[in-house]
Structures are given as C-alpha cells and as structure tokens.
C-alpha cells in the first residue's frame, strides 16, 4: 500500500475511479455526492479524460450508454430522486450487457426527500428499479477505506461480466472524512472487447449495441443469457463480513454504516451478559444467503437494522428460511439509531 491521505467518501470515490481507469464521466449535480462531480472536473481533464455535465440525470444514463457501448470505462454518480430517473436508461444498458459504474449516495425519500443519510433505495437497488429481469451488482461500503477498495473492484467486475455494478452508500458515507490508503498499482483487469463500437476501418464486420428485440424467441433466449450470467456472479461474487457468530444469542444484520453502530454495540452488549454477532453482507446483490444459512440455527433470533422501513429485512427473512425468528429495527426521514436503542430492541429479544 502507498500514503495515507486523509479525505472525503465521495472525492475519494472519484479519485479511485481514475485509478481504475475510468476515463468518461457523465453527471448531473444533486446532494450528498455533488463533490464526486466537482472532484472529477477538475482531475479528468488531467488525465486526457472527459467529464461532462449533462443537462438532466436521463441524458447523463443515456450518454453512459453511449460510452459504455464504445468498451471505455465509465461512472455516473447521483442520489435517491437522481437514480429514479436514470431507471430506464439503466434497464437499456443491462439489457444490452453494457459494463458501467453506476454511483448512489442515498438521502432520505420517499419523493425528494432530503440530505441525511437513509437505506431507503434498498429494493430499487437490489430488485431492479428499471423495468425488466435484469440484475446489477450493488456493493455496500461502510468505510472510506472501503469506498476506495471496492470502486475499483466495481469497473472490475463490470468489465469481467458486461454487467452494470452500483456503488451504494448513505449521505454520511460520502461526506465524512477518513484516512484512506491507496495502492501504488491498482489491479486493474484488461479485458479486450471485440463486441464494443470502436470502428471497423473496413477490416471486420461491423458491431451493433442494442437492447430491442422483437421477436418473442429472440428476447426470451436473450433473456435467458442474462439470467445464466447473474447465476456465475451469484457463485462468484458475494461478499460478506461476519463476526462473533460462532454461539451468538442475537445475530444482527447491518449493512453500510449502520454495521459501524452495531460494532460498538457489540461489547455494550457483552457487559449484559449478552453475545451478539453481526453479519454485514458487502455485496447486497448478489446477497450472502448462504452466511444466513451457516448461522441459522445458532441465535435465539436474528435482528436486522437499517435506516429504512424494513427492506433488507425481507432478504434475511428469506434466507434464514423460518429456522429462526427474525426481527427489525429501522429509523427513516434521515434519523440515524444510536447503540442504546439498539441495545435495547437486542435485550427485548433476549427476554421473550
């Protein structure tokens, strides 16, 4: 590893963005990530790339699409309302097995909601908030470090599957600031791209990028391609982080930097007399159903915490499979939990 900086979340997912080679940026200004877009302006000139800010957040989806279809690397990056109206462009763009980085610095909603930091995009994150039966790779950062780290995996992974990879942090995530350690190399993948529209120059058959397909057969074979392609990331890329399972009373799940709350519950808890294990899925598609199954039968009951109405819930719910009860604490409207609360819904468990 090389020096230490000490930065803000979003600057730093710009920055790791250039590292990973991303040389196309297309954006349109919104609270809390703004400094993404501010930070890319001044530093993509610098390396010979591009950066342009769109006249509305569906221009700017639709300009990734462009890019994307010509193999380079390329990132948008918006909040809440801003990722609703790229939905569209987005469903195109996984449909015509595009890779591109896709940026969410969740605020509060629903509606236009405000600044604080909410959990709240959950579903349209990991369900597909577009029209159609696509999936994209969601990655949940709950530190700076993090956010560095797995930006890069991101253009990674999309260039490795011809997927579409988001990166999805709360309002908190991206305006703290941390000490971050880069790399003096990233490990960036090189992929050739012979489907990309990069000019025949009279040599090859020309390429076509699309997402129409009208012939009923056709789409449906499509269609099945994409569902065997999101079955190999399923085996390959889930990403989890557990801790203190082994004979745990309470397992809580928590993503993102609401998993930094319940680690200092964890020896708050342990004072009482209570053993708490945490389970922090890190990739929330493809999510980590089989850590759950590991764990089912250990806890008295699982917990899950986010700052939303119950969202993840459902998933855990799924994957513990009724071997377990599982229960949920969730704060919306940009309220964040502190560790007594928590605490408490934990001993509630513990005592029924």
């Known amino acids: 590893m090389g020096e230490k900086f000490l930065m803000k979340g979003n600057e730093v997912i710009a920055e790791a963005a250039l590292r990973a080679g991303c040389r196309f940026y297309f954006g349109y200004p919104i609270t809390p990530q703004t400094e993404i877009a501010h930070y890319l302006a001044k530093k993509m000139p610098e390396v010979g790339g591009t950066f342009l800010q769109a006249e509305s957040e569906t221009a700017a989806i639709n300009m990734v699409y462009g890019a994307a279809s010509a193999g380079v690397r390329v990132m948008t990056s918006s909040s809440s309302p801003g990722i609703s109206l790229k939905q569209e462009g987005i469903s195109f763009i996984a449909c015509a097995e595009l890779p591109a980085v896709i940026v969410n610095i969740v605020r509060c909603g629903p509606g236009l909601g405000g600044i604080l930091p909410a959990q709240c995009d959950y579903f349209q994150a990991v369900k597909g908030g577009g029209h159609g039966d696509y999936k994209m790779v969601v990655l949940a950062p709950y530190s700076i ?26 309002g908190i995530l991206g305006q ?28 090859r058959e020309k390429n076509i990028i699309t997402s129409i397909y009208i012939k009923p057969e056709v789409l449906e074979e499509h269609n099945r391609k994409l569902q065997a392609k999101y079955k190999e990331i399923e085996k390959n890329e889930i990403r989890v982080e557990s801790y203190n399972c082994e ?58 915490v986010e700052l939303n109405a119950g969202q993840m819930l459902e998933d855990v719910r799924l994957a513990v499979n009724g071997k377990k009860p599982v229960h949920f604490h969730g704060r919306m409207g940009g309220m964040i939990p502190d560790e007594a609360e928590i605490l408490e819904e934990i001993k509630k468990i513990t005592r029924s």
């Open 176 to 203: 703290m600031m941390e000490t971050v350690e880069f790399k003096d190399v990233e490990n960036n993948i090189h992929i050739e791209k012979p489907w990309a529209t990069t000019g025949t120059g009279m040599k």
């Open 145 to 170: 470090q993090e956010l560095y780290e797995l930006t890069v995996d991101a253009f990674n992974i999309s260039d490795k599957y011809r997927t579409i990879t988001m990166i999805m942090g709360e």
């Open 247 to 304: 004979d745990a009373d309470v397992i809580v799940a928590a993503f993102g930097t609401v998993a930094r709350i319940i680690s200092n519950v964890i020896p708050m808890a342990q004072k009482e007399g209570i053993k708490v294990g945490l389970i922090r899925p890190i990739s929330l598609w493809p999510f980590p159903v089989k850590e759950f199954e590991k764990y089912a039968h250990v806890p008295k009951a699982f917990l899950t």
